[in-house]
């Protein structure tokens, strides 16, 4: 029944706010007249009802309104009744503890596992997984857990970002971040570059959008996916 | 009484391991014939074996030994005994899981405030602030908390990168991530590049290396220090 797109980011460069993906959008929303957006992981620290607004702007273009959850007297009442949910990026910290002080992370599994169209962006891509162990962002919250949804059987790494070449910088890669979590952690983890979703329904789940993926399995050398690869043997 | 050594990086580009650094520490050591290394960070995920023999290998250019606390029976025991600790970097959420599994923080603290040189870097040194809540670290493993040793009034990032220019990535830049810090959390953070370091003691905390710092208060509009600038009126 599950129905949920997990997308790298919300804006690929050079265009507006889910602009290069609304007509899917359009698509995947199309028995919802107003969707909920959960704005909890606060982009650049942004209120609620700013953030609320941005995801209004753009819905509009497609005719669907959005209703922010911090809208609700009861937001567990909201994501049950809700045609459809959007959780926006920002900081996937931010994000994971909103979910758990509300006491909001089994109903939205459930209420997504049963069938109603979840869309992710970046920090809402994140929770999709089993934890947030593979978030790019700074902890500067701390959570009761990271375990996440456990939407799908592994981790995301929302824009995944290839090694610089030239780079002088002394920090980690991006694939060397991920090779230290497979020291402590077995499940695969999706590298999703920005303009990448994956798209889960019951018993599919396809990588969507113009570019590759990388893949990365416990105990094995990474690799990449095509567009349109099946990617539900993983786990 | 206490004498700390803040550094952003182990390693400078194009230069060995400690390197950039290894003729002040030289300095910094001058009573210490064996100091203890802490090399819970496992960067790569590297073995503490392996990792104690990279410390070891760099510390025999001025004539010092190092042991790695996992060779003792009594790792607490081994702090207070210690004439000098080095705690290298790596990945700081594992650091920090390790240091609250054997119930190091406190005495690490104590043994530091009461006048035990130290040296971090890296993650040794994100632990040196209030909290680990700006290390760029990948949260691989779910710490106990992410309050850290408290041996200055503020938050520390390494490896401070400055936005690059042209850069067609929608990940937040570190000034953005910081920014976002301070949407939560109150205390200033010291942007540290790579080749800088604090000297912290007694009554003063100065910059060193050849760099500038980008210093991060709450409500502020960040600047830059220069090298040699005391900061200890920062908290």
Redesign the interface.
Known sequence: MQNIIIAS?S????SGYLEYIIQDLKAFFKNADTILFIPYA????ISHEDYTRLANKAFAKINIKVKGIHEFYNPAQAIKNAQGIFVGG??T??LTNQLYKHNLIDILKQTVKNGTPYLGTSAGSNICGLT???????????PP??NALGLVPFNINP?Y?DPLANS?????TRE??????????TPPVIGLR?GSWLHVTQNSIILKGPLTARVFEYNKVPYEVETETQLNQLK
């Open positions: 980011t804006t690929v460069h050079g606060r982009p650049g620290g920002g900081n910290f931010v947030i162990k593979t978030t790019n962002d700074m902890p500067i919250v701390f857990s990271f824009h970002l002088k910088h002394m920090g980690e060397t971040r991920i090779k230290e979590f497979h020291h402590f952690n920005e």
